[in-house]
Nanobody, 121 residues
Framework: QVQLVESGGGLVQPGGSLRLSCAASGSIFSIFVMGWYRQAPGKERELVATIGSSGSTNYGDSVKGRFTISRDNAKNTVYLQMNILKPEDTAVYYC???????????????WGQGTQVTVSS
Protein backbone atom coordinates (compact mmCIF):
# COMPACT_ATOMS: atom_id res chain seq x y z
CA GLN A 1 0.00 0.00 0.00
CA VAL A 2 0.97 3.62 -0.52
CA GLN A 3 0.37 6.32 2.07
CA LEU A 4 0.36 10.08 1.56
CA VAL A 5 0.95 12.55 4.38
CA GLU A 6 0.22 16.24 3.81
CA SER A 7 1.45 19.22 5.82
CA GLY A 8 1.53 23.00 5.62
CA GLY A 9 -2.09 24.07 5.74
CA GLY A 10 -3.39 26.81 7.99
CA LEU A 11 -4.89 30.26 8.24
CA VAL A 12 -3.51 33.07 6.12
CA GLN A 13 -4.64 36.58 5.23
CA PRO A 14 -5.69 37.49 1.69
CA GLY A 15 -2.63 38.19 -0.42
CA GLY A 16 -0.48 35.91 1.68
CA SER A 17 1.38 32.70 0.88
CA LEU A 18 1.44 29.10 2.05
CA ARG A 19 3.44 26.06 1.03
CA LEU A 20 1.93 22.59 1.16
CA SER A 21 3.97 19.39 1.20
CA CYS A 22 2.96 15.79 0.59
CA ALA A 23 5.22 12.80 1.11
CA ALA A 24 4.42 9.37 -0.30
CA SER A 25 5.65 6.21 1.38
CA GLY A 26 5.10 2.47 1.22
CA SER A 27 5.37 -0.06 -1.58
CA ILE A 28 6.35 2.33 -4.35
CA PHE A 29 7.98 1.24 -7.58
CA SER A 30 7.28 4.42 -9.45
CA ILE A 31 4.98 7.43 -9.27
CA PHE A 32 3.65 8.66 -12.61
CA VAL A 33 1.76 11.71 -11.46
CA MET A 34 1.44 13.63 -8.21
CA GLY A 35 -1.01 16.41 -7.68
CA TRP A 36 -3.24 18.55 -5.53
CA TYR A 37 -7.01 18.83 -5.55
CA ARG A 38 -9.28 20.89 -3.32
CA GLN A 39 -12.82 20.81 -2.08
CA ALA A 40 -14.67 23.77 -0.62
CA PRO A 41 -17.86 23.36 1.44
CA GLY A 42 -20.80 22.56 -0.80
CA LYS A 43 -18.64 22.22 -3.90
CA GLU A 44 -17.17 19.35 -5.86
CA ARG A 45 -13.51 18.42 -5.62
CA GLU A 46 -11.53 20.26 -8.28
CA LEU A 47 -8.08 20.10 -9.81
CA VAL A 48 -5.48 22.48 -8.44
CA ALA A 49 -2.32 21.20 -10.12
CA THR A 50 -0.56 18.03 -11.22
CA ILE A 51 3.04 17.20 -12.09
CA GLY A 52 4.41 14.23 -13.99
CA SER A 53 7.61 12.35 -13.29
CA SER A 54 9.37 14.34 -16.03
CA GLY A 55 8.21 17.65 -14.56
CA SER A 56 5.33 18.43 -16.88
CA THR A 57 2.66 20.44 -15.09
CA ASN A 58 -1.04 21.16 -15.37
CA TYR A 59 -2.95 23.81 -13.44
CA GLY A 60 -6.56 24.62 -12.79
CA ASP A 61 -7.62 27.89 -14.40
CA SER A 62 -8.34 29.60 -11.09
CA VAL A 63 -4.79 29.17 -9.77
CA LYS A 64 -2.69 29.75 -12.88
CA GLY A 65 -0.02 32.38 -12.27
CA ARG A 66 -0.44 32.21 -8.48
CA PHE A 67 0.34 28.60 -7.53
CA THR A 68 3.41 26.56 -8.41
CA ILE A 69 3.69 22.78 -8.12
CA SER A 70 7.05 21.06 -7.81
CA ARG A 71 8.31 17.60 -7.04
CA ASP A 72 11.30 15.83 -5.51
CA ASN A 73 11.35 12.40 -7.11
CA ALA A 74 14.10 11.12 -4.81
CA LYS A 75 11.90 11.86 -1.79
CA ASN A 76 8.55 10.98 -3.43
CA THR A 77 7.37 14.39 -2.30
CA VAL A 78 5.25 17.02 -4.01
CA TYR A 79 4.98 20.67 -3.03
CA LEU A 80 2.45 23.39 -3.74
CA GLN A 81 3.58 26.98 -3.36
CA MET A 82 0.50 29.17 -3.09
CA ASN A 83 0.91 32.92 -3.52
CA ILE A 84 -1.53 35.82 -3.67
CA LEU A 85 -4.09 33.75 -1.83
CA LYS A 86 -7.73 34.73 -2.07
CA PRO A 87 -10.71 33.91 0.18
CA GLU A 88 -12.05 31.69 -2.60
CA ASP A 89 -8.96 29.50 -2.22
CA THR A 90 -10.34 28.36 1.13
CA ALA A 91 -10.81 24.60 0.97
CA VAL A 92 -9.50 21.26 2.10
CA TYR A 93 -6.52 20.43 -0.10
CA TYR A 94 -5.91 16.78 -0.95
CA CYS A 95 -2.73 15.22 -2.26
CA UNK A 96 -2.96 12.50 -4.91
CA UNK A 97 -0.41 10.08 -6.34
CA UNK A 98 -0.76 7.55 -9.13
CA UNK A 99 1.86 4.96 -9.90
CA UNK A 100 2.86 1.33 -9.59
CA UNK A 101 3.54 -0.72 -6.46
CA UNK A 102 6.89 -2.46 -6.12
CA UNK A 103 5.84 -5.88 -4.87
CA UNK A 104 2.83 -6.63 -7.07
CA UNK A 105 3.43 -4.09 -9.86
CA UNK A 106 -0.23 -3.21 -9.47
CA UNK A 107 -1.27 0.34 -10.28
CA UNK A 108 -2.24 2.53 -7.33
CA UNK A 109 -4.23 5.75 -6.99
CA UNK A 110 -3.79 7.08 -3.45
CA TRP A 111 -5.13 10.11 -1.60
CA GLY A 112 -3.97 11.95 1.48
CA GLN A 113 -6.21 12.79 4.41
CA GLY A 114 -6.48 16.46 3.42
CA THR A 115 -5.21 19.68 4.94
CA GLN A 116 -7.32 22.76 5.60
CA VAL A 117 -6.37 26.06 3.99
CA THR A 118 -8.32 29.09 5.16
CA VAL A 119 -7.83 32.52 3.62
CA SER A 120 -9.43 35.19 5.75
CA SER A 121 -8.73 38.55 7.32
Amino acid sequence: QVQLVESGGGLVQPGGSLRLSCAASGSIFSIFVMGWYRQAPGKERELVATIGSSGSTNYGDSVKGRFTISRDNAKNTVYLQMNILKPEDTAVYYCNARGREITTMVLFDSWGQGTQVTVSS
